[in-house]
C-alpha cells in the first residue's frame, strides 16, 4: 500500500462523518411539513408523448402544456436521432416513435433536422412495422395502424372466474388494470385520424405476425385468430354484459387521488375506455382522473409527466437512513413521518385478497393513494423503520407493525417466496400471448421482496416462524451461481445482492456461511477501479453487462449496506467504496446520478428514483461508521 492510499485511509472517518452530516441535513431538508419525503420518479419520454396523445383523443390537448412537454422530450434526445429508455441506454424503435409522433402533434416539421434523425433512426431499427403492441395500439388510435394489426384482447374476459386460465387476475395488478381497460378499447377499436400522416416513418420490410419461439405460443397465436373472427361478430347482448361489467370494474377501482393504481399505463386507458363508454370530461371519475394527472406533471419551465410517485416507500427509507446516521429515534422529523405513516396503512381489502379471501388487511402501499394494491415490499420497509422510532404512543405503532407482518406472511407464495403486489401469481402462460410483448405481466417471488420480507420477520423476533424459515430456503436456492442475486425492482444483481446479505445475516446466518461468503467475493470482483459500484440495465438482456457499469452514489450504498451485514465494514473494498462515496459528494450533501438504477420492468422499462441517490448513500454511510 502506497504512503498516499495509506493517509487517505487514516483521513476517511472524520471525512465519512463530515459526509454524513451534510447528507443528513440535506435530506431532512427536504421532508415536508406533513412528514413524508417525495423525490421525482423519473423515466423516458414515452409519459409525454403519451400524456399528448391522450389530450389530443380526448380533445383536451392545449398549445402551452404541449409546448413545454415538446421541450422535456426534446432535450433527451440522443444524437443518433433516437431516444432511449434509461441514460446512457441505446436508442429504442418503440419509444422514438411516440417521441416523434408527439412532437409532429405539437408542430414540429418532419424536414426539421432533429426530426429527420429520428424518422431515419426508426426506419433503420424497421419502421412502424416493428414497434410494440402497445404503440401500435396508440397508433390504431389515431388510424395510422390496422386494428386488424393488433392482438386481440375482447371484452369478455372480464366475465372469466378467476380459477379459469388467462382471468384477469392471472396478470400481475399492474397488467391487470391496464388489460381491463384495453378490453374495452379494443372492442370499440375507435379511430380520430391525425392531421399528418406518418409515411416517413415505414420501415423496409412489411409487417408480419410475430413468430412465436415454443409450440404453446403456437397455439396462442392461433387462439388470436380466432378471437379476431369472434371480434367481428361478438353476440350483442354478451358484448354489451362484457363491457358494462369491465366499466363498473375499472370505476370501482379509481383511487382517491383519480388514478388507477397510482401509474400512466392503467390510468390513461381507463380513461380513454370510460371516455368510449359515453363519460363525458365533467363526470366525477373524468374529472377526478384529468385532475389527478397534473398533480403527476413536474413543471420547471419544461413539463414532463411521473409514471407514478413513492411516496410512501421514500418516507420509510428516509426513516430507515436518517435513524442509521444517528437521528435519535424521538426527534420531531422522525415521529411526525412516523405519524404520516400510521396514516396510511390501509385496512381495506384489495385485489390481494381474490387470493387471500381470509387474510386480514394490514400492508401498505407505494403511493399516497393506492388502496386497492398495497405491497409487501412496501409493507416490510415501512415495518422496519416504524420499530427504529421512539412514538409517544408505542402501543399504537406496535399495533400497526403486528397487522403488518401478519399481511406480510399471509401473502406468502406457496414456494416460500414473496411477491410484490399478489400471492401465488405466476401462471406463465401468460407472458406468451401475443399481446404481452412488452414488460412483465405476472408477479412471481422475487429475490429482493422476499429479503426484504425476510428482514422484516426475522427483525421482529419471527425468525423462526415457519414463514420465515420458508423465506431463508427459497432464498438460499434463488441464489445465482456467481455468488449474486437477481434484482426485480432495482438494477440489477448489485440491488439483489444488497437486499439479500442483510436478511439472511439478520435470519441468524454467520457472515462466514458460505452463501454470505459468495456474495461479498462476487461483490468484490465487480467492484469499478474507483472504488464504486455500478450496473447498467442492460444486464437483465446481456450477462457481460452483470454487475458493470458507471459508479452510482445508489448501487455504491446498495454494495456497502452487503458489505457491512457481512462484517467487512472495515476491509479494503468497504473502505474503498466508502471513500467514493465521500469524493463524489455535492457541497449540498446530495449525490449527481443520472443513471437509472429502478426498474419497473426488467429488459423495458427502468426508473430513477431521486432520493435514492440520497436515503442508501446516508444508510451506508451511518452503517459503516457503526
Known sequence: MGSSEAAREVATPDATEEALLRARERLLSLQSADGW???ELETNVTMDAEDLLLREFLGIRKADASERSAASIRSRQRPDGSWANFHGGPGDLSTTI???????????????????????????????????????????LFGAWPWERVPALPAELILLPPWFPFNPYDFACWARQTIVALSVVLSYRPSRPLPFGLEELRGERPWSPPAPASLRGRALVGLDRLLHLYQRRPPRRLRESSLGRAERWIVDRQEADGSWGGIQPPWVYSLIALSLRGYELDH???RRGLEGLERFAVEDGTRRMEACQSSVWDTALALVALTDAGLPGDEEPLVRAADWLLGEQILARGDWSIRRPNLEPGGWAFEFENDNYPDVDDTAVVSLALRRVEHPDPCRVAAAIERGAAWVEGMQSGDGGWGAFDADNRRSLVRELPFCDFGEVIDPPSADVTAHALEMLATLGRGSAESARGGLDWLLAAQEEDGSWFGRWGVNHVYGTGAAVPAL????????????????????????PDG?????PRSYDDPAWIGRGESTASQTAW??????????????????????LVETQLPDGGWEEPQFTGTGFPSDYYINYHLYRLVFPIMALGRCLR
Open 559 to 580: 454494495a456497502l449496506l452487503a458489505l457491512d451485514a457481512a462484517g467487512e465494514r472495515r476491509r479494503g473494498a468497504a473502505r474503498r467504496g466508502v471513500q467514493w
Open 284 to 286: 366525477p371519475v373524468m
Open 37 to 39: 419525503w417525495q423525490g
Open 505 to 528: 445475516v439478520a435470519a441468524g446466518m454467520p457472515p462466514t456461511a458460505e452463501p454470505v461468503c459468495r456474495a461479498v467475493a462476487w461483490l468484490e470482483r465487480h467492484q469499478n
Open 98 to 140: 411516440e417521441a416523434y409522433v408527439g412532437l409532429r402533434l405539437v408542430g414540429d416539421p418532419p424536414e426539421s433536422e432533429h426530426m429527420r434523425a429520428a424518422s431515419a433512426f426508426a426506419r433503420e431499427a424497421g419502421g412502424l412495422e416493428e414497434a410494440r403492441v402497445f404503440t401500435h395500439i396508440w397508433l390504431a
Open 532 to 536: 464504486g459500484w455500478g450496473e447498467d
